[in-house]
């Protein structure tokens, strides 16, 4: 795959950082011209993928919260939100919509919102070493 | 936040955005008014939130269930278009009443 740009940040998990880093990628995805609704989408996934690194992944300590992003070929930007927390033990239970361990004040919906909103979602995770969320979105052309 | 009670009907008038790092204090603001109104309907209004993730889904399913229990409806009303796309994924319009922005 052709990459035709890339940026990569970390930042720790504090939720400040939250919108920090939708808006970041959001001014990274500006150059594929896409649509109002394609960058709230983007921003939407963002948010929903470093809010779990804050939430679950470093659950009662700051960790370290790795982005990057790549604009590859056909106007695809590419995403990669890493961290080293605590891992999920069954990723694709994690991914049922509505499932959650977090209580009642959380929907259990970050992955299905994750994959109605962007074209593809991979999560790859080990208990103990951390997750890895990897999503593309072709930004359409005008 | 704007928050405007007339007897039965409260109005919450939500701004801004609606994330992780922003749902817990507006929760309590919103509990908070609840618990002193006790509203048999409350109303979020949405017209001034500019961003919502699946923390403001929490939030809304939150607030219903506490409703609930005291048998009062929730409206969510002037919904803009991004904020509208993601409560329609969670199926919040089969909980309450929602009305789309202009
Ligand atoms: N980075 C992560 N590290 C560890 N566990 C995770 C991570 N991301 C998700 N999970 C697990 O997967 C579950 C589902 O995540 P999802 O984002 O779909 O829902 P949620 O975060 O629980 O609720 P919501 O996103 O609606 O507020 C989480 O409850 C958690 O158990
Ligand atoms: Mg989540």
Same mark, same amino acid.
């Given at each position: ?33 896409? =649509?109002? #609704?394609? @960058?709230? %989408? ?10 779990? /690194? ?13 982005? =990057?992003? #790549?604009? @590859?070929? %056909? ?10 927390? /605590? ?13 959650? =361990? ?41 | ?102």
């Amino acid at each position: 795959m052709k990459q035709i740009n890339k940026f990569s940040m970390s930042i720790p998990s504090k939720s400040a950082n939250e919108a920090f880093a939708r808006v970041t990628v959001a001014a990274f995805a500006a150059q594929l011209d896409p =649509t109002l #609704e394609e @960058i709230s %989408d983007i921003k939407t996934a963002v948010s929903e993928a470093v809010t779990n /690194c804050i939430v679950h992944a470093y659950p009662d300590s700051i960790g370290t919260i790795y982005i =990057t992003g #790549e604009i @590859i070929e %056909d106007n695809v930007v590419k995403l990669k939100i890493r961290d080293r927390g /605590c891992g999920i033990e069954n990723v694709k239970q994690a991914m049922e919509p509505l499932f959650t =361990t977090g209580g009642t004040e959380r929907a259990g919906l970050g992955f299905a919102v994750m994959q109605s909103f962007m074209d593809y979602v991979r999560v790859s995770s080990k208990k103990g070493k951390g997750t890895s969320v990897i999503l593309k979105k072709k930004i359409s052309d005008k | 936040m704007k928050i405007n009670s007339t007897g039965e009907v409260l109005t919450v008038y939500l701004e801004g955005e609606i994330d992780h790092h922003s749902a817990k204090s507006i929760r309590e603001e919103i509990d908070t008014a609840v618990e002193f109104n006790m509203p048999s309907l409350l109303i979020l209004d949405f017209s001034g939130v500019t961003f919502m993730d699946s923390s403001g889904i929490g939030l809304v399913m939150g607030r219903f269930k506490t409703l609930q229990k005291s048998g009062a409806k929730l409206n969510l009303s002037n919904l803009p278009p991004n904020i509208y796309k993601v409560m329609k994924l969670a199926g919040i319009d089969r909980l309450a009443n929602i009305d789309k922005g202009a």
